[in-house]
């Protein structure tokens, strides 16, 4: 018993209202920059704003707590719950990569203090390099991601 064959399908036929090329296209994302910014955070909905951008943010945050410290590292994780005293943070350190757990009501300051890692043109910049690299034919090539600062 044999069944249809893959080239018989509906997509693959001449005529075909699917497009490959079209299907592998899929809009790009702005990314705002938010390196350096301090917002305001005088409402509970400012603050959530503020935190769900440091959560995508690829650099250092410091936050400033109601106590008076301050707490500096990579925002990795966020549980949002319905108040602020359910919702909480999760930061590695920037000193000694501990990992630490605080409530967003405990926060009063946010500030993007450390520079943002995907920000800028770094795929730009290392391609190139690429090429320089590639034509000067002096330096062995290699497709790993090298330091561009």
Same mark, same amino acid.
């Given at each position: 018993?044999?069944?249809?064959? %893959?080239?018989?399908?509906?997509? %693959?036929?001449?005529? #075909?209202?699917?497009?490959?090329? *079209?299907?592998?296209?899929?809009?790009?994302?702005?990314? *705002?920059?938010?390196q350096?910014?301090?917002?305001q955070?005088?409402?509970? *909905?400012?603050?959530?704003?503020?935190?769900?951008?440091?959560?995508?943010?690829?650099?250092?945050v410091?936050?400033?707590?109601?106590?008076?410290?301050?707490i500096?590292?990579?925002?990795?994780?966020?549980?949002?719950?319905?108040?602020?005293?359910?919702?909480?943070?999760r930061?590695?350190?920037?000193?000694?990569?501990?990992?630490?757990?605080?409530?967003y009501?405990?926060?009063?300051a946010?500030?993007f203090?450390g520079?943002?890692?995907?920000?800028?043109k #770094?795929?730009?910049?290392?391609?190139?390099?690429?090429?320089?690299?590639?034509?000067?034919?002096?330096?062995?090539?290699?497709?790993?991601?090298?330091?561009?600062?």
């Amino acid at each position: 018993m044999t069944g249809p064959r %893959h080239a018989d399908r509906p997509s %693959h036929t001449e005529g #075909s209202p699917l497009n490959p090329d *079209e299907l592998e296209v899929a809009p790009g994302r702005h990314r *705002e920059s938010v390196q350096g910014w301090v917002p305001q955070l005088a409402s509970e *909905e400012e603050l959530r704003i503020a935190l769900e951008k440091a959560f995508d943010y690829r650099g250092d945050v410091t936050l400033t707590l109601k106590n008076g410290g301050k707490i500096e590292g990579y925002l990795f994780d966020r549980v949002a719950g319905p108040s602020l005293e359910t919702s909480f943070a999760r930061v590695l350190l920037k000193e000694s990569n501990d990992r630490k757990k605080i409530a967003y009501a405990d926060i009063a300051a946010l500030a993007f203090t450390g520079r943002d890692a995907a920000a800028g043109k #770094s795929w730009e910049a290392w391609v190139k390099k690429y090429w320089e690299k590639k034509t000067s034919g002096g330096e062995q090539l290699s497709l790993h991601s090298e330091p561009l600062d």
